[in-house]
């Protein structure tokens, strides 16, 4: 059975960090583009990040840039997201997502387009 499974999610207090994991069942996260995205109380869901295959390309929404970080371990069948300086904004559940892509673009974690989802991790900053 195909599946993603978020987890590192909790309470931290603002300015605080998370590392929040991805891990693949069922088939092999290379050969995939791996997104995270996150949904606040009342908002839609947004794109945070994307990594390439191989992790050689990376792209963040402006609101995260210069604080979190995206990377894979394929051995591990994992990617993960490392947050810091989280802000009371940050607040949401983190979706990841793959996408099975030959060739990195700009657009390669489009939201429309992932081939499988995670169930999601809350993540709450507050203090």
């Known amino acids: 059975q195909v599946q993603l499974v978020e987890s590192g999610g909790g309470l931290v207090q603002p300015g605080g960090s998370l590392r929040l994991s991805c891990a693949a069942s069922?088939?092999?996260?290379?050969?995939?583009?791996i997104g995270w995205f996150r949904q606040a109380p009342g908002k839609e869901r947004e794109g945070v990040s994307c990594?390439?295959?191989?992790?050689?390309?990376?792209n963040y929404a402006d609101s995260v840039k210069d604080r979190f970080f995206i990377f894979r371990d394929n051995a591990e069948n994992t990617v993960y997201l490392q947050m810091n300086n989280l802000k009371p904004e940050d607040t949401a559940v983190y979706y990841c997502?793959?996408?099975?892509?030959?060739?990195?673009?700009?657009?390669?974690?489009?939201?429309?387009?992932?081939?499988?989802w995670g169930k999601g991790t809350l993540v709450t900053v507050s203090s």
């Open positions: 997502a793959a996408r099975r892509v030959a060739i990195w673009y700009r657009g390669s974690c489009t939201y429309d387009d992932m081939d499988y």
């Open positions: 069922g088939f092999t996260l290379d050969g995939y583009a």
């Open positions: 990594i390439s295959r191989r992790g050689g390309n990376t």
